[in-house]
């Protein structure tokens, strides 16, 4: 929506409701605005309050400096939720907003070469595929120890991080159709159909997700943990965005897209086994389960119809989906060494290494026990909260 074209009404100043969003008596399927994780955070979250464009607070000219931290990541995640769902009560305005846009694209820069700096020069993109069909034989990251000592509660955790990307899952490389030739476009496609549920919305991956957080516990709602999921879980979903988003990134994002889908079915098989251990229902571990067998699948057509057309265009080098691919297993990486560091704390009552306790800035939080940053209350779903049926199993 171009900026001019944006709605008239202003929002309330106080309470932050959008009278040309949220119409009364209506639901919303957008999530609240999360709490402010420091200036940079904070300085655009009161801004969001009001209707945009509006003149953005003297501390946007600060970006911080590290740009895996709290506040650069929940504000990159912000500024790229409005291009999905948006926030209750946010002027939709704000997606298109320039002064937004420009502290974004700053943001970005940084994140960017943060990510190319920890990717250093890629391999050969053969050599990176292959690298990813091998499972390595001496892996401990948290799947691993899901299934061999995990608690109840660690899965609850799991599942709270992994939410802000499953419950819009596929959605960030959605933004690649328009920009794939037909060949690519038509694979892609047929991946994203079974993604999206292939024409049963009920068995929408995202679906499944949140059936499994019923069954565990926790609440399906659409950003419900946006608030306790600290940075790199953010960030992976972070790196999808930033890629999803720039079309000078597309190669990199259908290389996000084939570490996904290749990488998969070993981790998905680890977690249903795991969850099925610590006492989930079928519907516990339909959406893993569905993985093992779909992803094994959508392997073979990332890597011979999306991809192989691709590398015979200027703009799609090898070396470039290869980077894509690497950055994302990056920022996986640094999401599980936060999480096994927070359960290795929780075990031996450790220092763990990675948490920033800031207790002075008034935006920190310690994670005095677990992997989140608040705590995870059991949840009842009530009967009508997923419209998830009982799984009729893997079908495929
Ligand atoms: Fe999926
Ligand atoms: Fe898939």
Same mark, same amino acid.
């Given at each position: 929506?171009?900026?001019?074209?944006?709605?008239?009404?202003?929002?309330?100043?106080?309470?932050?409701?959008?009278?040309?969003?949220?119409?009364?008596?209506?639901?919303? /399927?957008?999530?609240?605005?999360?709490?402010?994780?420091?200036?940079?955070?904070?300085?655009?979250?009161?801004?969001?309050?009001?209707?945009?464009?509006?003149?953005?607070?003297?501390?946007?000219?600060?970006?911080?400096?590290?740009?895996?931290?709290?506040?650069?990541?929940?504000?990159?995640?912000?500024?790229?939720?409005?291009?999905?769902?948006?926030?209750?009560?946010?002027?939709?305005?704000?997606?298109?907003?320039?002064?937004?846009?420009?502290?974004?694209?700053?943001?970005?820069?940084?994140?960017?070469?943060?990510?190319?700096?920890?990717?250093?020069?890629?391999?050969?993109?053969?050599?990176?595929?292959?690298?990813?069909?091998?499972?390595?034989?001496?892996? /401990?990251?948290?799947?691993?120890?899901?299934?061999?000592?995990?608690?109840?509660?660690?899965?609850?955790?799991?599942?709270?991080?992994?939410?802000?990307?499953?419950?819009?899952?596929?959605?960030?490389?959605?933004?690649?159709?328009?920009?794939?030739?037909?060949?690519?476009?038509?694979?892609?496609?047929?991946?994203?159909?079974?993604?999206?549920?292939?024409?049963?919305?009920?068995?929408?991956?995202?679906?499944?997700?949140?059936?499994?957080?019923?069954?565990?516990?926790?609440?399906?709602?659409?950003?419900?943990?946006?608030?306790?999921?600290?940075?790199?879980?953010?960030?992976?979903?972070?790196?999808?965005?930033?890629?999803?988003?720039?079309?000078?990134?597309?190669?990199?994002?259908?290389?996000?897209?084939?570490?996904?889908?290749?990488?998969?079915?070993?981790?998905?098989?680890?977690?249903?086994?795991?969850?099925?251990?610590?006492?989930?229902?079928?519907?516990?571990?339909?959406?893993?389960?569905?993985?093992?067998?779909?992803?094994?699948?959508?392997?073979?057509?990332?890597?011979?119809?999306?991809?192989?057309?691709?590398?015979?265009?200027?703009?799609?080098?090898?070396?470039?989906?290869?980077?894509?691919?690497?950055?994302?297993?990056?920022?996986?990486?640094?999401?599980? /060494?936060?999480?096994?560091?927070?359960?290795?704390?929780?075990?031996?009552?450790?220092?763990?290494?990675?948490?920033?306790?800031?207790?002075?800035?008034?935006?920190?939080?310690?994670?005095?026990?677990?992997?989140?940053?608040?705590?995870?209350?059991?949840?009842?779903?009530?009967?009508?909260?997923?419209?998830?049926?009982?799984?009729?199993?893997?079908?495929?």
């Amino acid at each position: 929506m171009p900026t001019d074209a944006r709605p008239t009404t202003d929002a309330h100043p106080t309470t932050g409701t959008c009278p040309a969003t949220d119409a009364p008596g209506l639901p919303t /399927d957008a999530p609240g605005l999360p709490a402010a994780r420091g200036p940079l955070s904070a300085a655009v979250l009161a801004s969001l309050r009001h209707p945009a464009p509006t003149h953005l607070a003297p501390v946007l000219a600060e970006v911080p400096a590290d740009p895996w931290g709290e506040d650069v990541q929940l504000t990159l995640y912000v500024c790229y939720e409005l291009h999905y769902r948006g926030f209750a009560g946010v002027d939709p305005a704000w997606e298109w907003s320039p002064p937004l846009l420009a502290l974004r694209g700053r943001l970005e820069r940084a994140f960017l070469d943060a990510l190319r700096r920890e990717v250093g020069e890629p391999p050969p993109l053969a050599e990176v595929l292959a690298g990813l069909l091998v499972e390595p034989p001496d892996g /401990d990251g948290p799947s691993h120890h899901l299934l061999t000592a995990g608690t109840r509660q660690q899965a609850r955790e799991y599942l709270a991080h992994r939410s802000l990307y499953h419950l819009k899952e596929a959605d960030p490389q959605m933004w690649a159709v328009p920009r794939l030739p037909n060949p690519a476009k038509a694979a892609l496609v047929a991946v994203q159909y079974d993604e999206y549920g292939a024409g049963r919305p009920e068995r929408a991956h995202a679906e499944l997700f949140a059936a499994m957080m019923a069954d565990f516990g926790l609440d399906p709602t659409y950003g419900a943990y946006l608030d306790a999921v600290p940075a790199p879980a953010l960030a992976v979903v972070n790196t999808m965005s930033l890629f999803g988003l720039h079309r000078a990134l597309r190669a990199a994002l259908v290389g996000q897209f084939a570490a996904v889908e290749i990488t998969s079915p070993p981790g998905a098989a680890r977690l249903a086994e795991a969850f099925e251990r610590l006492g989930a229902t079928p519907r516990g571990t339909l959406f893993y389960r569905e993985h093992v067998l779909a992803d094994a699948v959508h392997e073979q057509l990332v890597r011979h119809t999306v991809i192989d057309p691709l590398l015979t265009l200027a703009d799609c080098p090898g070396p470039e989906i290869a980077f894509g691919a690497l950055a994302y297993l990056r920022a996986e990486d640094r999401f599980a /060494d936060h999480l096994m560091a927070a359960w290795r704390h929780d075990h031996d009552h450790d220092p763990a290494p990675g948490h920033d306790p800031d207790p002075a800035s008034g935006y920190g939080h310690g994670f005095e026990s677990g992997s989140l940053r608040a705590p995870l209350p059991e949840f009842d779903p009530g009967p009508a909260t997923t419209g998830s049926p009982v799984p009729e199993g893997a079908d495929r």
